[in-house]
């Protein structure tokens, strides 16, 4: 026999529907061919869609663990979410916090909080025993990786610069006086 019967709440995914098998909902049991999940899998990557004016600052359109035509609008990554002001900030910067304070999300928690930065000043983070500026190439972290905040844990840590989005690597500059003719003539810039 090719079809077995189940509580209709019970999660359930089609593999294929056969013509020898067909299935029949009822009330309360569905007989049908399927795949059962004890546990229903969980959409772990999602990817978030920007849409001119359909969220709030520092949110991203995201689709939603259901119905796969529902979307939701949620934190842009590095940024965590603060339900006392219903928006999301970027962790390890000031955000809604006190002066000389930074977003910060503690690991097993999932309420942001704000906390003392040791270093008093926006965008810089106490790493390894010093003041470093996040997302700067080189510093503690070395030339090919930058000091940021990792998406999934919101710990700071090690980035290979090829993940970090928004790094900014600065040409080395040739020296020219401003307003002389090289200057103008653009010899003293250098072409990427």
């Known amino acids: 026999m090719c ?36 546990n229903p899998p969980q959409i772990t990557e999602r990817k978030p869609v920007k849409v001119q004016d359909q969220c709030p600052e520092n949110m991203l359109l995201y689709p939603d663990d259901g119905p796969k035509s529902t979307w939701v609008c949620d934190c842009k990554p590095r940024f965590v979410y603060f339900p006392k002001t219903d928006s999301c900030h970027e962790a390890f910067l000031r955000g809604p916090c006190p002066l000389h304070q930074y977003v910060y999300l503690a690991p097993n928690e999932t309420i942001p909080r704000c906390v003392n930065n040791p270093c008093s000043s926006e965008g810089l983070v106490h790493f390894g025993g010093l003041c470093h500026q996040l997302r700067t190439p080189g510093g503690p972290c070395g030339n090919d990786r930058v000091l940021g905040v990792n998406e999934t844990t919101f710990q700071l840590e ?35």
């Open 3 to 38: 079809s077995v019967v189940f509580p209709a709440n019970l999660h359930i995914a089609f593999i294929k529907r056969s013509s020898r098998c067909p299935f029949k909902l009822n009330k309360n049991s569905i007989t049908l061919t399927f795949a059962l999940f004890l």
């Open 158 to 192: 090690c980035i290979p610069v090829d993940l970090v989005p928004f790094v900014i690597i600065e040409a080395p500059k040739r020296s020219c006086p401003k307003g002389s003719r090289r200057n103008n003539l653009g010899i003293c810039k250098l072409v990427l």
